[in-house]
């Protein structure tokens, strides 16, 4: 999610005529009068999410003042928009050249413009590393494998995890885009070492524009995990996307985009079992998510993020126990934290973005044949509860250095399951938990 004030555009448009030149047959007065116009016109479009309508408005002031930094920012910022980060860049470096020839009279703006060319520099390559602590009061991996018996230790411990990605799109224009990316991630936990996880991954991921609203995608993941520091799963997975963005409208609350999937993944869990415990198999899955732009305070430049949204898995496996059909509702919140007094800058540190993110998870497993685990044979049913709660404050923003994020998560879950074990008479996949963690994560 996107957080902190929206550009405000059209109170950047405040540039008059730099170069001195004028259209052909009109007095100069008139010539800036028109370029302010149609820059402001611009910088409306860009506002209102119509980069298209921006570009047009641009092609006027170009032919009078080719030579205005503000029309080549504001065309970066279009091309930007449509999903072009090379020719925004390129337009972005034009813009400060012009700057540094007239003698930087606007350093606020070749400020903007730098941050501005950062941003489209990390659609193209981005890098981030996090690490952090954390401590859980009920050890479990509740991922891929937290169906299974033996994965919830019933015991509290701290753990070190650490993260790093990488992404890079060599095509990037207004109709397509091609990215590929890398991935590991590891959480080592000081006492319970089995469970122990590493994640070393990848992704290859296609996308198709149709105009300005509708987008198709195709990705490719594949995924080699560890547990216990023993080869536990190695995961492909293929997910066609559509995407439908939606026209920015009036009023506080706005859609932004509506995301349909459908995912194909191939699982192979790489240790011994018995024929009926097998888990090998396949996972068919589809999901519906829809976005939202909220803007709580009609008078404020701040508004929220909300995602709602529902997956249904089908689990067929090569043994029997954990076949099942799962159902996913989900919704999540990302607000920025401001001064009520002031509310054009942050809490604790006024001129560094300040959020609140918070998301729930419900989940309903619904097992397809009678377990062999319960002692009465029936057919296992698991509901599992997830919070999170999640403030991130920024502590470095710079174009050269990166951004530097500290976090604090608390995570809560609870999980009822109709499971009784045979032997001990008790509910192994009954449990609750909390985890609570600090991470600081730097990106560039």
């Keep these: 999610m996107t957080l902190g004030p929206r550009p405000m555009w059209w109170a950047l448009a405040t540039w008059l005529s730099l170069s001195g030149a004028s ?10 009068s028109w370029v302010r116009t149609d820059l402001e016109t611009a910088a409306m479009a860009l506002e209102l999410g119509r980069p298209v309508d921006a570009l047009v408005a641009l092609e006027a002031v170009e032919r009078v003042e080719p030579n205005n930094p503000w029309l080549w920012f504001y065309r970066g910022s279009a091309y930007l928009r449509r999903g072009n980060p090379y020719r925004a860049m390129e337009c972005y470096d034009l813009a400060a050249d012009i700057l540094a020839d007239l003698g930087h009279p606007d350093p606020a703006l070749a400020e903007t413009i ?64 091609l990215a590929l990316g890398a991935r590991l991630a590891h959480s080592w936990h000081c006492s319970v ?3 122990n996880y590493q994640d070393y991954g990848g992704y290859l991921r296609y996308a198709r524009r149709f105009g300005d609203h509708w987008e198709i995608t195709l990705r490719y993941d594949y995924d080699m995990m560890f547990l216990g520091n023993d080869s536990f799963l190695s995961n492909h997975a293929l997910t066609p996307g559509l995407t439908y963005y939606w026209a920015r409208g009036e009023g506080p609350l706005q859609l932004n985009r509506t995301e349909l999937y459908y995912q194909w993944q191939a699982q192979d869990f790489l240790y011994e079992t018995t024929r009926a415990y097998d888990r090998d198999g396949f996972v068919n899955s589809v999901a519906a998510e829809q976005w939202f732009t909220v803007r709580p305070v009609s008078d404020w430049v701040w508004f929220w993020d909300v995602m709602i949204g529902y997956r249904f898995d089908y689990i067929a496996t090569e043994g029997r126990e954990f076949d099942r059909m799962t159902h996913d509702f989900y919704t999540g919140l990302e607000m920025p934290l401001v001064n009520p007094s002031d509310p054009a800058r942050y809490l604790i540190l006024p001129d560094k973005e300040l959020t609140f993110a918070f998301s729930a998870h419900w989940e309903i497993d619904d097992y397809r044949n009678r377990s062999l685990m319960d002692r009465a044979r029936r057919k296992r049913s698991d509901h599992i509860t997830t919070l999170t709660f999640c403030v991130a404050q920024v502590l470095m923003d710079d174009p050269d250095y990166g951004r530097l994020v500290l976090r604090g998560i608390v995570d809560w879950m609870d999980a009822e399951s109709n499971i009784v074990a045979r032997r001990t008479l008790t509910r192994p996949f009954t449990y609750d938990k909390v985890v609570y963690g600090l991470q600081l994560e730097w990106s560039w």
């Design 114 to 177: 730098r941050r501005y060319r950062h941003r489209a520099r990390r659609e193209v390559f981005n890098i981030s590393l996090s690490a952090g602590l954390a401590y859980d009061t009920n050890v479990s991996y509740v991922g891929t494998g937290g169906e299974t018996l033996g994965l919830i230790s019933g015991r509290s411990d701290g753990k070190f995890a650490s993260s790093a990605r990488i992404d890079y799109a060599p095509v990037a224009d207004e109709t397509q885009t």
């Design 193 to 195: 070492e089995q469970f």
């Design 23 to 32: 259209a052909v047959g009109a007095e100069p007065e008139i010539a800036g």
